[in-house]
């Protein structure tokens, strides 16, 4: 899709987006992760920019190219993310949390390499700080706020449980468990989840196009806040 073809209905909207995994520190050489791409958050931050919109992606670790426009901060852990996320937010009109946030980190992370001295380990991990919830709290009555979950079962039911958890006004949910959806691939199967409304069922379509989508749903929230 050539840029001259692209809708410029964002212009001067700023959207900040969190992508990829975090990696939080067991030690200087080891970490806990995930399996997110950050496909769906830098194809998002892409189309928006092109539409006109001012994009800060934070971006936890990927191996995605930035996106042209598009002003990238890199991060490593959920707490670092975290911080990012709150110095941000109060500028904000729409903010997209398409990262995927470990929700535990370990207790302590050694400042050296840990040896291998014992024939068991345990690491004790402890809960991360809910970006999203917080974002939640925070929002201002005309700051839009979208959120993922990624499932494997019950996918609506949870997802309408998350976007009343963490007050959000746009729930995306997908189903991992499905071929040609989730992680690492580049295709979706979303459902858009929104307060008072029923869910609307979304085919199986590219990162890039469900990208699209989700930014109309934005705009047309948007306009629902202000008007
Ligand atoms: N999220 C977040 N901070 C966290 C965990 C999740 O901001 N510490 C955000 C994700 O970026 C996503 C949404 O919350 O937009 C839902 O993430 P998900 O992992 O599906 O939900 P959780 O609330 O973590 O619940 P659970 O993993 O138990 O299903
Ligand atoms: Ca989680």
Redesign the pocket.
């Known amino acids: 899709r050539a840029i001259f073809q692209q809708k410029q209905d964002m212009q001067g909207l700023k959207v900040l987006v969190?992508a990829g995994g975090t990696r939080e520190r067991i030690d200087p050489v080891r970490y806990l992760t995930n399996d997110s791409s950050g496909k769906m958050g830098y194809a998002l931050a892409e189309a928006a920019a092109q539409r006109g919109a001012h994009v800060t992606l934070v971006s936890g670790n990927t191996s995605l190219n930035p996106p042209p426009n598009v002003k990238v901060i890199s991060v490593e852990s959920?707490l670092q993310m975290y911080d990012k996320v709150m110095e941000l937010l109060p500028e904000q009109d729409a903010v997209i949390?398409?990262?995927?946030?470990a929700?535990y980190r370990p207790a302590v992370s050694a400042d050296k390499k840990i040896k291998k001295t014992k024939d068991h380990m345990t690491i004790e991990l402890v809960r991360?700080?809910?970006?999203?919830a917080e974002i939640g709290t925070r929002k201002t009555s005309k700051q839009v706020i979208v959120?993922?979950?990624?499932?494997t079962n019950d996918v609506e039911t949870?997802a309408m449980d998350?976007l009343r958890r963490?007050n959000a006004d746009l729930i995306v949910a997908n189903d991992v468990s499905k071929e040609g959806a989730g992680f690492g691939v580049d295709t979706n199967i979303v459902s858009f989840i929104r307060p008072d409304q029923p869910p609307r069922r979304l085919p199986q379509m590219r990162k890039r196009d469900v990208a699209e989508a989700i930014l109309d749903e934005i705009v047309t929230i948007r306009t629902s806040k202000s008007g």
């Open positions: 969190t959920a949390k398409a990262a995927a946030v929700d991360n700080p809910d970006i999203l959120g993922f979950a990624a499932e949870n998350k963490k």
